[in-house]
């Protein structure tokens, strides 16, 4: 069984200052991990993924997220905050690298950008 | 840049009523899935789909629903007798068999009275 916990419901950052955002998984097996952002009434959009390869992901918008093994985690991070990065972030699970297998998703993380 | 795309936006229903839910995956994925998002929780998935049969479903997706792709290019939810708690969003995803990423629709809002 696989499962996602993000460790923080509400971020506030200041805008141009770094974002952390934290994750730690647990998967029986070799995970695919992703994170997906979800703008206001928007649908959810793929921000980067890591499948075994590379353990440094680099996404869009500047984002880029590290698997860490030993410490069960992949933090999303980001240097500068922008305002329009203010959205809800999940970390998202998978146990198989293809196939038809449904994502698990943690509860997700509100990030709110301060001018 | 292809998209899934969903219809209707919002959807609103009587408790007991029949709702189907519809979805335009992209157009060379292979794989496709149905995700809810009660207010306030997380994402959950329901339901994958492949070669014209269901792949895996969680323990959500009872003999309420059912899923089904009636042509080349729509994929369907069917709630039979919808229930209060059965208000959510509801998001369409689709997949190709070549990577394991999953792009999603803008979801479907469901009200249920």
């Known amino acids: 069984a696989q499962s996602v916990t993000q460790l923080d419901s509400h971020v506030s950052v200041s805008e141009g200052t770094p974002v952390l955002l934290r994750c730690n998984y647990s998967?029986?097996?070799?995970?695919?991990l992703f994170w997906y952002v979800q703008h206001p009434n928007k649908g959810l959009q793929l921000l980067l993924k890591y499948t075994s390869a590379a353990t440094l992901v680099k996404g869009i918008n500047g984002f880029e997220a590290e698997f860490k093994k030993s410490e069960t985690s992949f933090h999303l991070t980001k240097p500068s905050a922008h305002m329009s990065d203010a959205a809800e972030y999940f970390c998202?699970?998978?146990?198989?690298?293809?196939?038809?297998?449904?994502?698990?998703f943690g509860k997700g993380t509100h990030l709110i950008i301060q001018p | 840049e292809p998209e899934v795309t969903q219809t209707p936006s919002h959807q609103v229903t009587q408790m007991g009523q029949e709702v189907i839910l519809r979805c335009v995956p992209i157009?060379?994925?292979?794989?496709f899935y149905w995700y809810r998002q009660i207010l306030g929780q997380k994402v959950e998935f329901l339901v994958s789909?492949?070669?014209?049969?269901?792949?895996?479903k969680s323990e959500i997706f009872d003999d309420q629903f059912s899923v089904e792709r009636p042509d080349g290019s729509n994929f369907t939810l069917k709630i039979r007798s919808t229930k209060l708690e059965d208000s959510a969003m509801y998001f369409c995803?689709?997949?190709?068999?070549?990577?394991?990423?999953?792009?999603f629709g803008p979801g479907t809002r469901l009200t249920v009275t």
């Open positions: 789909f492949y070669n014209n049969e269901i792949s895996e």
């Open positions: 998202v699970v998978s146990d198989t690298v293809g196939g038809a297998d449904g994502l698990t």
């Open positions: 998967s029986s097996y070799s995970p695919s």
């Open positions: 995803a689709s997949s190709d068999y070549r990577t394991y990423e999953q792009y």
């Open positions: 157009s060379n994925h292979l794989y």
